[in-house]
């Protein structure tokens, strides 16, 4: 039978990877098994590019005619490595921005192509993103005045209720303006507005063709909603945050249980 899925869009932190930071074998077979029956693969995440593309490789992405997103969608590539679609957070942001967080211990970090530039500010969880990544942070006085190139976002590392009251203020100020959400309980992303990865699913959708009822959506965290919610089948991992269980299809196994190839088995997408 002719599978109706096309394409299946997954998040990389604690949805594609366990715990341990790793694909395990029966998900990377899942989606070897997927590709190899036609259906396309697209590795989603906020992370920069350089911090996205190895999984793209790992799992045969460029081979088989898929795609990565980095920047939650500010930056998407095809399986020729092209970039089919960037978006810039406008310069005039940053000034205004980041004055509501110099008087914080919140870490404000920004990227220019695979470096990492940050404030001083240090808290329990300013290293977790270019330890995850593998990329040193370059630290500056004050991101705004230094900063005189194009920004795909600002990203915003702290205690999760320091964050949540930022993410309140920054949404009272430019909640119009901006798109601001939490990417992790300790990331706070500051982007364009109306970029994020349903947006980025609408354009790889548009690029292949296909509707977006089309394809399958994998996620853990708030970041990943709006590609839930776009996704003809959006599956929350069993770790996901309740918010996106809340807007998802279905509910699978969590990242340590191989819920992508659990749920993949369970809606026929691959075979036992």
Excluded at 6 to 30: E, F, G, H, S, Y
Excluded at 173 to 193: C, Q, R, T
Excluded at 256 to 270: F, N, Q, T
Aim: proline residues 4%.
């Amino acid at each position: 039978m002719r599978n109706k899925y096309k394409l299946i869009a997954v998040d990389i932190d604690d949805t594609l990877l366990n715990t341990k930071k790793v694909i395990t074998p029966r998900t990377r077979a899942a989606l070897m098994d997927a590709q190899k029956r036609g259906i396309k693969l697209a590795v989603c995440s906020g992370r920069l590019p350089y911090g996205v593309c190895p999984y793209a490789e790992e799992l045969d992405v460029f081979k088989y005619g898929g795609y990565y997103m980095g920047f939650n969608g500010g930056a998407i590539f095809n399986s020729d490595r092209e970039l089919i679609n960037t978006t810039y957070l406008d310069s005039k942001y940053i000034e205004p921005v980041y004055e509501l967080l110099r008087p914080t211990d919140i870490t404000t970090m920004v990227h220019k192509g695979d470096i990492i530039f940050a404030d001083k500010k240090e808290n329990d969880y300013t290293h977790i993103e270019p330890e995850v990544i593998g990329l040193p942070l370059n630290r500056v006085d004050d991101i705004a005045d230094y900063v005189d190139w194009d920004l795909h976002k600002m990203l915003l590392a702290g205690d999760p209720e320091t964050l949540r009251q930022m993410e309140n203020l920054l949404k009272e100020n430019f909640g119009g303006e901006l798109d601001i959400y939490l990417s992790a309980p300790w990331f706070l992303e500051v982007m364009p507005k109306d970029i994020d990865k349903g947006t980025g699913l609408e354009i790889i959708c548009g690029d292949m063709g296909i509707s977006t009822n089309e394809a399958i959506a994998f996620g853990d965290s708030f970041n990943d909603i709006s590609m839930i919610q776009k996704a003809g089948m959006g599956i929350a991992m069993g770790n996901a945050e309740e918010a996106l269980k809340a807007a998802a299809d279905m509910i699978t196994s969590d990242c340590d249980s191989d819920g992508i190839a659990k749920a993949l088995l369970e809606l026929s997408v691959i075979s036992g």
